[in-house]
């Protein structure tokens, strides 16, 4: 067992940023609403965060329709931002996954 990368024996908890936490009243969940919500994710005894798609994108497909695999939505916050969420995230001992959407296929 202690042979096991954390990703074949974590627990992953999987967010769908849109309506996952506002943090600025836009109606749309956001990256510093999802840094706000990570204490409560380890409380829960999760290993790692899985964000879905936070890339730019025209929207089509809900963000599925990925523009720009090397920058953040405006709509979810900045490059800055993520980078605080993932600092977070360390500090916490949580890892965090994002979304490669051809992984789909
Ligand atoms: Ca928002």
């Known amino acids: 067992m202690s042979e096991l990368k954390w990703w074949q024996r974590g627990v992953i908890y999987q967010i769908y940023p849109r309506s996952f ?22 409380a829960l005894g999760a290993d790692a965060v899985w964000i ?18 090397c920058d953040i939505d405006p709509m979810f916050g900045t490059l800055a931002e993520f980078q605080q969420l ?20």
């Open 86 to 105: 993932v600092d977070h995230a360390h500090r916490l001992g949580l890892e965090v996954l994002l979304d490669f959407v051809p992984n789909h296929t």
């Open 52 to 69: 879905s798609p936070i890339y730019p994108s025209p929207m089509a497909d809900f963000g599925y329709d990925v523009a720009n695999y």
């Open 21 to 42: 936490q506002d943090s600025n009243g836009d109606g749309i969940g956001d990256l510093p609403g999802i840094a706000a919500r990570l204490g409560y994710i380890t």
